[in-house]
């Protein structure tokens, strides 16, 4: 194959790449992205810098060169996800070019160059990283270990090091590049030893701060060995690698019996940068596979430069329709999570820039694929101050005092997926009416309620609200949830309704669905009244470990007609 024809070949994959990958410029912000943005917004510019620099490993950012990204694209992009995706992808496309030059410079022909870059060109195992900024670790982790080894092949071993520091401030998969370049000097160079002891002696001394820093952080960073740990781990990549664990088995076994120097350097590769997920059984992603699929691409270019072009391109027919149809399901459920991530964080942005001087906020229910540290950097960043606080909410610990304070209350409906946020005054009374959904005032409930559900809330035996009784009010109602299994097993729902320490009144339903039961109330005066809801027999979920409960409410309080 002509240099020319490898040429016309990137483009034509970058072409398909970039069309069959459009979907993701749609989508938005994962929540991992809130909690780089939320720490981009808590530390100084100029932090960044300094912590690439120097030769240690930062708590509170063990990854610089990726917060960086985010700082630049922030500056650059604001919140326009899409300007966001274009540099993932400008990024990605500059590894493969990259990649393509190794293998060019290792001595592999253009037609195995073209076969091993267009094979890290799409790869369903890293789809995460073509629609996900916080994917972008990995990604520079791979820009920079392959521009270290190109350097380093070319002989300029003070620039493939400063490289390769550039990869270890990216991610610590990056410290096992001193030893794919050993066996490259063992196998390919002229075993020239001394000029790899910096990069092992900064590999070693960051690699182990590393690994104190993120056990620290997290528990899921725990690295282990052991008998049960190395096969989990080994499926779940090999399984990613070829969807077939075996047949990825036997890919590499064929691949290392071939006695091409390059293709087992490949391997090697391949192997030793896997080393680090292999030990991480709690922390497993197909998108870790980038760095690592450097070296198998590697060796697949070395294979297939043998091969006829014909028969290449038979199989990258047949591998990237595959992949996309791995695609597919995939782009959908990014849709979905994409759509509640812009619907919750546009409604929050624009409460903050309305109300500046909210600082204290609190939440119960969460998007999807949300976690608390999701939550606090979406709060941080939407405020643009790295001292706005964002509370897990826990009605049955809450003490009372904690709404003595302002506190703007962040309402995820389950059910409409959309946000509410609710600004808590203790000036102000409590509401006459309360509905059980992301709408909920949840400074106004005490204590036997649980945990928010689509549309309803479930209560224990007895649960407690406090409500502002209207000067007019004539009634009260209260709107149950009956289930099919709760009205198979119990004959329905009942629930008792005080007003103080008076009956308001009783009400039983038997049949499924949305139910209602309205009282009229005699004369008192406004002001705020106790609500106690108490259930004569509690019912017991199907599910296992479920403690009883009382009655599904999707909605109670006073009214005026």
């Known amino acids: 194959m002509p240099k020319r024809a490898l040429l016309l070949t990137l483009a ?6 970039l069309f069959a990958n459009r979907a993701a410029y749609r989508c938005y912000f994962h929540p991992d992205d809130y909690v780089a943005l939320g720490r981009v917004v808590a530390t100084p510019a100029g932090s960044d810098l300094w912590d690439l620099v120097s030769l240690t490993v930062a708590e509170a950012n063990p990854r610089p060169l990726g917060t960086l990204f985010y700082r630049l694209m922030d500056g650059a992009a604001g919140m326009n996800f899409g300007w966001w995706i274009l540099a993932i992808h400008v990024l990605h496309l500059f590894v493969v070019a990259g990649l ?108 182990l701060q ?69 030990l991480l059984p709690q922390r497993m992603s197909g998108a870790f596979l980038y760095v690592p699929l450097l070296g198998f ?20 027919v047949v591998w990237w329709a595959w992949g996309y149809a791995q695609l597919r399901p995939y782009r959908s459920r990014e849709f979905l999570a994409g759509a509640e991530s812009r619907s919750f964080f546009t409604t929050l942005a624009a409460h903050a820039r ?28 939407a405020c643009r101050r790295g001292d706005a606080q964002a509370s897990f909410l826990d009605l049955s610990k809450t003490k009372p005092d904690f709404w003595l304070q302002p506190v703007t209350v962040l309402g995820w409906d389950l059910a409409e997926k959309k946000l509410f946020v609710l600004s808590r005054d203790p000036l102000k009374p409590y509401p006459s009416r309360i509905k059980l959904d992301g709408s909920t005032p949840v400074w106004a409930l005490g204590e036997g309620w649980k945990d928010p559900e689509p549309r309803f809330r479930w209560t224990l035996a007895k649960a407690y609200a406090t409500l502002d009784r209207p000067e007019h009010a004539r009634g009260f109602t209260i709107t149950l949830n009956v289930g099919p299994d709760q009205a198979k ?16 009144g009783e009400a039983e339903f038997h049949e499924t669905g949305w139910k209602t039961a309205r009282w009229d109330l005699k004369p008192a005066p406004p002001g705020p009244v106790v609500i106690r809801l108490e259930t004569p027999e509690r019912y017991q979920m199907p599910r296992a470990g479920m403690a009883p409960m009382g009655v599904a409410v999707m909605e109670f309080g006073f009214t005026t007609q």
């Open 12 to 17: 034509l994959g970058a072409a398909l790449f």
């Open 100 to 207: 393509c030059l190794l293998f060019i410079e290792s001595g592999i022909a253009p037609l195995g160059a073209a076969a091993g870059a267009m094979l890290f060109l799409y790869h369903s195992a890293v789809l995460h990283l073509y629609w996900r900024p916080s994917a972008v670790y990995d990604l520079l982790c791979g820009v920079f270990c392959v521009l270290s080894l190109l350097a380093y092949m070319k002989g300029r071993w003070v620039v493939s090091f400063l490289l390769f520091l550039l990869a270890l401030k990216a991610k610590e998969v990056a410290c096992m590049l001193p030893l794919v370049l050993a066996y490259y000097e063992a196998r390919l160079g002229a075993q020239r030893w001394r000029r790899l002891v910096p990069f092992f002696a900064v590999a070693f001394w960051l690699g």
């Open 210 to 278: 590393a690994a104190v820093v993120w056990e620290d952080k997290n528990e899921e960073y725990s690295l282990s060995v052991g008998p049960q740990t190395l096969p989990q781990t080994a499926f779940f990549y090999f399984r990613h690698l070829f969807k077939t664990p075996a047949l990825a088995l036997a890919v590499l076994a064929f691949f290392w019996r071939r006695k091409d120097s390059r293709l087992r350097f490949g391997l090697a590769a391949f192997g030793l940068l896997m080393i680090p997920m292999l």
């Open 297 to 316: 691409c590697m060796a697949v270019a070395a294979a297939a430069e043998r091969l006829r072009p014909a028969y290449v391109a038979l199989f990258f």
């Open 354 to 381: 309305a109300n500046p001087g909210d600082r204290t906020f609190a939440y119960e229910a969460m998007p999807s694929r949300f976690h608390r540290e999701a939550m606090e950097g979406a709060v941080r960043y």
């Open 489 to 504: 097993s119990r004959g329905g729902a009942g629930v008792r309704v005080f007003a103080g320490e008076g009956l308001l």
